[in-house]
């Protein structure tokens, strides 16, 4: 044990560990906060669905050789979010359908795109890498930190300043509408900031396994606590604490970051379950 | 002064209307109940007022007074996932959101004017309860209480009795007339003729026949032509 301390203090004096801690942190923050909201309007599928049209971004991004491929990836995410949120709306095109149709497309076309133009020795790791995240949080720059401390700032900014009104049009949005709370632009906002979480999110856990971070903490707290505002609270608790387990254990352990926090997040998923059945009784 | 005034509109669904040529005006301080056969338009007329759906014809407009910021609403249902966790509380607060404004907090005054309606509504020790456990009335009460945290110019209300059994709905509508004689004008959809008739200043009929009266003038009908009777046919 004293061993495995010792050995994560060395860990520690790395900047990258830093790094991957702060993100880490930072992301399971921000994809709890909104998480609830996300689940309880129905809106996790299309979160889902963004993650692949990020991977398909992804692909492009590393065909065209552009470096810094967040400057591709988030206005493709927050433009793809906003049409599918349109569709969503539109009662004659079913939003399920279309949401399925646009991400199927994007993983497909990328994968596709990745195999005939990369020129890397090692596509397969590529890709993996892309869509479980196996290594990319280790190698994380310092700018990407930045990008990613500000975005997050912006999340949970809009998330304070909104949180009610978020209630409001989660809860009744007919309500909301006929006391005159403009719900369309609270929707067209909620739509950007989860493409805005789905790509921080991607750095983490890569981009399959995004839909995990958003759920599994809502959920788990969800079968805990009663009102919207101790299930927020409490799944923004499990979200960082789950995190930060699965990044100290993929250190330590050397196991791929992504799936060792879902893993990690599913189990905290399961003890909440039978915790809240115990809580009933 | 009218806040609202339909001038021969027609309202229905995908292009099917429901009830036609609609005239009435309301205006600040009116009590206006709507009365109608199950399946008149009488939700659809309330959810027209409110915007939710458009005319299928006409245009209404709705002036002095109507602002949609200070509008309470109730519905006649609500669809609601099962797994909410929402409690009273929250529920009833977010009725004060309508008022344009961006802070993340309640105000003092909100906390005591809701801590004041639950306490009418008799629900105010029911505040930390989990909303989707509540019994059926005590549901209609919650959002009776949210609609009127909403509401300082106008209340919409579609079935409000609905629900509750009679102490309750007696004193449920003795609190809705109050806020009326403070001022805030009332729509309400009802069943009951005998609380038309002792609250309402004006009646609206919608199904095959339209009317709009005054009270006085709809006393008059009754009594003339015995509604009562026709409008229990026109059920059948
Ligand atoms: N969403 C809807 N789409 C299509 N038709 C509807 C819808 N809601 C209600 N209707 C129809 O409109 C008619 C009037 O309904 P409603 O306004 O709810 O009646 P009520 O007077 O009982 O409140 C009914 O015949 C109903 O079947
Ligand atoms: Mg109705």
């Known amino acids: 044990m004293h061993e495995l301390i010792n050995k994560f203090c060395v860990y520690l004096s790395y900047p990258f560990v830093r790094y991957a801690f702060v993100v880490g942190i930072l992301v399971a923050l921000c994809s709890s906060l909104l998480g609830v909201t996300l689940v309880l309007k129905r809106f996790s599928f299309i979160g889902d669905g963004l993650s692949h049209v990020a991977f398909g971004a992804v692909s492009v991004a590393t065909v065209l050789g552009i470096s810094d491929n967040m400057f591709l990836v988030l206005p493709v995410t927050i433009i793809c979010a906003v049409l599918l949120l349109k569709c969503g709306n539109n009662a004659k095109v079913k939003g399920d359908a279309a949401i399925a149709m646009v991400s199927v497309g994007a993983l497909g076309v990328g994968y596709l795109i990745m195999n005939i133009f990369s020129s890397s020795s090692n596509l397969n790791g590529d890709v993996c890498t892309t869509l479980f995240g196996s290594a990319s949080i280790m190698t994380l720059t310092a700018d990407k930190v930045r990008l990613c401390i500000i975005l997050s700032v912006i999340v949970v900014g809009f998330f304070f300043v909104f949180y009610h009104k978020l209630f409001s049009i989660t809860f009744d949005e007919n309500f909301a509408k006929a006391t005159g709370i403009n719900v369309n632009a609270y929707n067209l906002m909620l739509a950007v900031v989860i493409a805005v979480i789905v790509v921080l999110a991607m750095n983490l856990v890569g981009s399959l396994l995004v839909s995990a971070l958003i759920v599994f903490p809502a959920l788990s707290s969800m079968s805990i606590f009663r009102s919207f505002k101790s299930v927020t609270v409490f799944s923004v608790i499990i979200s960082v604490t789950c995190t930060s387990i699965g990044i100290i254990i993929a250190i330590l352990a050397s196991t791929p970051v992504g799936p060792t926090i879902v893993a990690i997040d599913l189990a905290g998923y399961l003890i909440c379950r039978v915790a809240g059945v115990i809580v009933r009784r | ?236």
């Open chain 2, 1 to 236: 002064m009218s806040q609202l005034i339909f001038e021969n509109i027609s309202i229905g669904y995908e292009g099917k209307a429901v009830a036609e040529n609609i005239s009435f005006s309301v205006g600040q301080g009116d009590y206006l109940c709507i009365l109608g056969a199950n399946g008149s338009g009488k939700s659809t007329l309330i959810k027209t007022i409110l915007r939710l759906q458009e005319p299928l014809k006409g245009s209404f407009e709705s002036c002095d007074g109507f602002n949609f910021g200070e509008i309470g609403y109730l519905p006649q249902q609500m669809e609601m996932q099962r797994d909410f966790p929402a409690s009273v509380q929250e529920i009833i607060m977010s009725g004060f959101l309508n008022r344009s404004r961006f802070l993340p907090f309640y105000k003092r005054s909100e906390k005591q004017k809701a801590e004041q309606i639950m306490n009418t509504l008799e629900i105010f020790e029911l505040r930390k309860s989990l909303y989707r456990n509540l019994s059926g009335g005590q549901k209609q009460r919650v959002l009776l209480a949210r609609a009127m945290c909403a509401a300082v110019g106008m209340i919409l209300l579609d079935e409000p009795a609905s629900g509750l059994d009679s102490r309750a709905s007696s004193e449920m509508y003795e609190s809705i007339s109050r806020i009326n004689r403070d001022g805030t004008t009332v729509i309400m959809v009802t069943h009951d003729h005998a609380v038309a008739m002792k609250y309402a200043s004006h009646i609206l009929c919608v199904g095959k026949k339209v009317g709009f009266y005054t009270k006085e003038e709809y006393c008059g009908r009754v009594v003339k032509n015995n509604i009562f009777d026709k409008g229990e046919n026109d059920n059948a």
